[in-house]
């Protein structure tokens, strides 16, 4: 559910389910993907998942070499390369509920939609440092020259991280700046920074076009037309706003006199584990 792949989950969990088919003697298993909310991701971010799967279950006894040399025979990319390109953006001593951070794969989505100023998952953001966006950044742009075939995917995860960089905790930082009063890191947030991300999106929505029309019909693109676009417009509402709070035209912003209402761990990773769009982008009715 997003734009980046949860291999590393999902190969977790492959071992434990092929074993009990095997113990079991169930002669068939099915491996499926599904495509909700979007069908953001790549059709091809499951490739390590689709490799160890079937290796596990014809062989038993999984080798990385093995494994690297069927992606690099069969696919010509690296299958630890695919394997980093799950974005999971969060620590291992980063968990909620005492669940395995690994599947925390939609966070990139909702640092994405969750609305600068409004967003339900402002409280959430909070506890995430993000620490490792800027190597993600590197390993994607390293791997996008190393393989030339599958470019357009790591391009498509670096232009979305340089996006995510940027937001993470802008809502935070806006906040917290309104809050002190702080004008001068008001304005430099909403003169410098809301108009890099905006560029930054830009970038993203043009590669990530590019990948769509690669590999599917030009049907449902509208979807995301729609959303990121509205994301740019939302930004730059939140620009004037802020800037006619900076000039003293308008007093109060009414979205950051309201508190941040946190959600209670087992509620908050439920959301982080699966969210759709309409429950991101706000608290208001669409």
């Not at 074993?19 to 909310?37: E, H, Q, Y």
Request: with cysteine; net charge positive.
């Amino acid at each position: 559910n997003g734009w980046n792949p949860s291999n590393k989950f999902s190969i977790y969990l492959a071992k434990t389910q092929l074993d009990a088919c095997k113990k079991n003697g169930i002669k068939n298993a099915m491996l499926t993907a599904w495509s909700d909310d979007g069908a953001e991701a790549s059709i091809y971010s499951i490739l390590p998942t689709i490799i160890y799967y079937a290796e596990y279950a014809y062989n038993g006894n999984v080798k990385t070499k093995k494994l690297e040399a069927i992606s690099s025979s069969l696919y010509s990319v690296g299958y630890q390369a695919m394997l980093d390109s799950d974005l999971t953006l969060v620590e291992k001593d980063e968990i909620l509920a005492d669940y395995n951070y690994l599947n925390y794969s939609n966070m990139a989505k909702i640092i994405l939609y969750n609305d600068v100023l409004s967003g339900p998952f402002t409280g959430i953001l909070e506890r995430f440092k993000f620490k490792n966006i800027d190597n993600f950044i590197r390993k994607m742009r390293r791997y996008s020259k190393k393989y030339p075939s599958f470019s357009l995917y790591f391009n498509v995860l670096e232009n979305l991280s340089h996006c995510l960089k940027i937001k993470a905790h802008l809502s935070l930082r806006i906040r917290e700046a309104y809050k002190a009063n702080d004008l001068k890191v008001l304005n430099e947030i909403a003169n410098k920074e809301i108009p890099l991300l905006i560029k930054k999106l830009d970038k993203f929505i043009s590669s990530f076009f590019t990948q769509w029309m690669n590999e599917n019909k030009s049907n449902s693109f509208e979807v995301h037309a729609i959303r990121l676009g509205g994301l740019k417009e939302r930004l730059r509402s939140v620009q004037k706003l802020l800037n006619l709070f900076i000039s003293g035209e308008r007093e109060h912003i009414e979205e950051l006199e309201i508190e941040v209402v946190v959600m209670k761990d087992w509620d908050a990773l439920g959301q982080l584990l699966w969210c759709t769009y309409r429950k991101i982008n706000s608290v208001n009715v669409f």
